[in-house]
């Protein structure tokens, strides 16, 4: 059974620093496309960083570039997403998806990933 935990939410203040991990089991990230989505109160889910099978390919949505940092650790079946510079806007419902054969046209939806982790809550303060 496949199961994705994310960890590593919580509040700080703009400018602050938050790292977000999510631990998987039940399958090997080799071959996967990782992503991290994000979901604020009232809006729809949107991506913020994807990985593509071998790590070598990043995407980044234009409202993080440059402040956010996604990396995995295939051996330790861990994705983290790195987030500096935190601004409120950022403030939101952290998800970590995950799934095969997704394509680099649809990562960046979430209907394209079947496994989900339970999110974890980041909050930015002004």
């Known amino acids: 059974q496949v199961h994705l935990v994310e960890s590593g939410g919580g509040s700080v203040q703009a400018g602050g620093s938050l790292t977000l991990s999510c631990a998987a089991s039940?399958?090997?990230?080799?071959?996967?496309?990782m992503a991290w989505f994000r979901q604020a109160p009232g809006k729809q889910r949107d991506w913020v960083a994807v990985v593509a099978p071998g790590g070598h390919i990043i995407y980044y949505a234009d409202s993080v570039k440059g402040r956010f940092t996604i990396s995995q650790d295939n051996a330790k079946n861990m994705l983290y997403l790195q987030m500096d510079l935190l601004k409120p806007e950022d403030t939101a419902m952290y998800y970590c998806?995950?799934?095969?054969?997704?394509?680099?046209?649809?990562?960046?939806?979430?209907?394209?990933?079947?496994?989900w982790g339970q999110g974890t809550q980041v909050t930015v303060s002004s």
């Open positions: 998806a995950a799934d095969w054969f997704v394509g680099w046209v649809r990562c960046f939806t979430d209907r394209s990933y079947n496994y």
């Open positions: 039940g399958l090997t990230f080799g071959g996967m496309y």
